[in-house]
């Protein structure tokens, strides 16, 4: 059954900001403007991770006819006990776009990227909300939305095959597919478009696209994995940089910095992380400490793939147990300690997670790798023509990639 997304809209300054203070965006130069929308973090292009982008939902572009790319987007951020500070972005990408947003045509995501530099964010650093991870939600896991009011609780009820979305002014009219069908308590409100909804470890798991016009307090959301993949992009997460540099890839900045071993959610992300990766393995126990150390060595040698254990073992495409749609992802999210591996893993994640990366170097089986790949697989473009470090089990190990 299709449904509609609401789309009223109220000035900014008609609602009390509570709680935690959050970014707000306003885009210039458009007619008949739908309004402002939300910010749901902060990307980093893969390909390019110089380049920052705040996500917020397409629509929340794409609703003004004269948005162009490179368009100037005023940003806000409020707070309770200070003035708004505002900075300038640009119209990078957006979907849907206006021009082919027809009624019944599809969208493959409602979300947009506005670019933005390390200098206009680093007044706010301090100020802003930041994830330790991106994740997935499961029916009925607790979540919560960080909207500019609230952070209001909210639940997955289940999954929207189709929806129909649409913006009554200015007109604008697209279909969405999966789409999240979550209850928010209280609801959400006209300018929450682009929120993110967190889960209990601090992980953004979806992107707030809209509300049922007919459902009491329902939100519609993306799962964030979708949109970062289209994005192209992962989140800037807590006690990453913000800055990259030719030196080591990124340059410290006023983040806070993470430390891994006082937070029981690096722990178990590691864990989860050499069990799913791992625990088949001859030696189960070797297999998984390799894992972990490959992670570790990540952390302590920071580039694109992250500063934090979560941060590295979430990024895309890097660690396979965390693919969306790998038969082993259900199995890696259900996991407890009553699973035998699984609390051999955490005793070793425990273990080494706050090493001196010094002592730890020395005992490193791997010999300081930073990528393996799975022996009998074909070999992976990055690592032809690349000597091995050693072989542990059924995988390969390597360092100095590319």
Not at 76 to 82: E, S
Not at 103 to 115: C, P
Not at 228 to 235: D, G, K, M, Y
Not at 366 to 393: E, F, K, M, N, S
Request: proline residues 8%; contains cysteine.
């Amino acid at each position: 059954m299709p449904h509609s997304m609401l789309a009223s809209v109220a000035p900014v300054s008609a609602w009390a900001v509570q709680g935690q203070p959050q970014l707000w965006l306003r885009p210039e130069r458009r007619l008949n403007s739908q309004g402002p929308g939300t910010v749901a973090a902060i990307l980093r292009l893969r390909e390019q991770p110089s380049i920052l982008c705040a996500l917020t939902a397409g629509h929340v572009l794409s609703a003004g006819a004269d948005i162009e790319r490179g368009a100037l987007v005023d940003f806000t951020l409020l707070t309770r006990d200070t003035e708004p500070a505002s900075c300038t972005g640009r119209a990078m990408r957006w979907s849907p776009m206006a021009h082919d947003a027809t009624s019944g045509a599809g969208a493959e995501v409602d979300a947009a990227l506005i670019e933005l530099t390390a200098d206009s964010l680093a007044p706010w650093v301090e100020s802003m909300d930041w994830p330790r991870g991106w994740g997935h939600a499961s029916v009925g896991e607790p979540l919560r939305l960080l909207t500019r009011q609230h952070r209001l609780p909210a639940k997955v009820i289940g999954r929207l095959p189709r929806v129909e979305m649409s913006l009554r002014q200015p007109p604008l009219s697209y279909a969405l597919h999966d789409v999240w069908d979550i209850e928010v308590e209280t609801g959400s409100l006209p300018g929450d478009s682009g929120a993110a909804y967190w889960n209990a470890a601090d992980q953004i798991v979806a992107l707030h696209v809209g509300s049922w016009s007919g459902g009491l307090h329902r939100g519609l959301a993306l799962p964030i994995s979708r949109v970062l993949e289209w994005a192209r992009a992962v989140p800037v997460l807590r006690g990453e940089a913000l800055q990259p540099n030719a030196r080591d890839g990124l340059e410290p900045t006023s983040l806070e910095a993470l430390d891994d071993s006082a937070d029981p959610a690096a722990a178990d992300t590691l864990a989860r992380t050499m069990w799913g990766e791992a625990r088949g393995e001859p030696d189960a126990a070797a297999g998984m400490s390799a894992v972990a150390h490959v992670v570790l060595n990540r952390r302590d040698s920071p580039s694109w793939w992250g500063r934090s254990v979560i941060g590295v073992c979430r990024h895309p495409r890097q660690f396979s147990c965390w693919n969306a749609g790998d038969p082993n992802l259900p199995r890696l999210r259900a996991v407890t300690a009553a699973n035998a591996l699984f609390a051999q893993a955490l005793q070793i994640a425990q273990a080494l997670i706050g090493m001196n990366p010094d002592h730890r170097g020395r005992i490193d089986p791997t010999g300081g790798a930073t990528h393996y790949h799975a022996v009998g697989i074909p070999q992976p473009d990055w690592a032809q023509g690349q000597a091995p470090l050693t072989r542990i089990g059924n995988h390969v190990f390597y360092r100095d990639i590319g």
